[in-house]
């Protein structure tokens, strides 16, 4: 098999290295730095160590290739493939690894699929540094199964979750929401806990309320009761963002939270469930739904 990579920055390099290593002899790229000072040279270094060759333009690459990685960025993920489209041809492959919202990855399918290629909108779930090919990988679109296909002989990590472009990547949007959520609030509740030197002191009464209990358990549990007590748990930010404001911290997440839950009160589910708290998460998300219209 013939792999193309457009762009070879540190993605493309960290794919290209662990694919070299597991086997893959045949692997192309085409960059647009790749002549131009000083990227140039790290270009070249990564091309010598993978043992990867570089294309002089987009029309050469996928003229030599079968399946082509796009390793740039979100913002340049449309334009692209706008670029590659007029070199696509059945029988292609054309997977979009940028980490872009899934409406992004839809307009590159709306570009892709008239040329026949196959598109997949494939999400990297992890540091590619560390896993290198192995990176776990959701993919979506119509080319997922085939591309699955195509790099299992090495080895690579690709789940295939669905049919339709966005899918992926609207999962690591959703996962992102949690992940970098939670490392603000630590950056927010921390930096305050140690003005006042209480930082073990807040970390262990936070880890007796969650040690032990399920992560799944704790959504649950954190819905249910959450969207029955919103708007006193609304107010009880107030003076959280006054502490924290009048430490001369900011209080992004804080105010953050008191709005979200203001949001919350607004459904009225405390009145709906006359104070008694839902028993599944499911009726939660149910309750919270818009009327359907007409």
């Known amino acids: 098999m013939k792999l193309g990579f457009i762009g070879f920055g540190g993605a493309g390099y960290g794919l290209a290295k662990g694919l070299h290593q597991a086997g893959l002899t045949e692997i192309l790229f085409y960059d647009r730095m790749q002549q131009t000072p000083p990227y140039s040279e790290v270009i070249l270094r990564h091309a010598e160590e993978t043992g990867a060759l570089s294309a002089g333009r987009m029309e050469e690459l996928l003229s030599r290739v079968e399946v082509v990685i796009s390793c740039v960025t979100g913002a340049m993920a449309a334009s692209v493939a706008e670029e590659a489209a007029p070199f696509l041809r059945t029988g292609h492959l054309y997977a979009d690894v940028n980490t872009a919202a899934p409406q992004v990855k839809e307009q590159v399918a709306r570009i892709v699929e008239p040329t026949g290629a196959g598109f997949i909108d494939a999400a990297m779930m992890g540091a590619i540094p560390t896993f290198l090919h192995r990176v776990p990988i959701l993919a979506s679109g119509d080319g997922a199964e085939r591309f699955q296909l195509a790099m299992q002989p090495y080895e690579m990590n690709i789940r295939v979750i669905g049919p339709k472009p966005g899918q992926a990547s609207a999962i690591k949007m959703f996962r992102s929401i949690f992940m970098k959520g939670m490392l603000s609030l630590f950056l927010e509740m921390l930096t305050a806990t140690h003005r006042y030197g209480v930082d073990e002191m807040v970390l262990g009464s936070i880890a007796e309320s969650l040690d032990g209990v399920p992560f799944r358990e704790t959504a649950r549990l954190q819905m249910t009761k959450g969207v029955v ?66």
């Open 229 to 294: 007590n919103a708007g006193r748990m609304a107010h009880e930010m107030e003076e959280v963002i006054a502490t924290i404001e009048g430490m001369d911290l900011p209080a992004g997440m804080s105010r953050a939270a008191m709005e979200k839950l203001l949001w919350c009160a607004g459904f009225g589910l405390r009145e709906r469930y006359g104070g008694e708290l839902p028993k599944t998460l499911a009726e939660v998300l149910r309750a919270m739904e818009p009327p359907a219209e007409g």
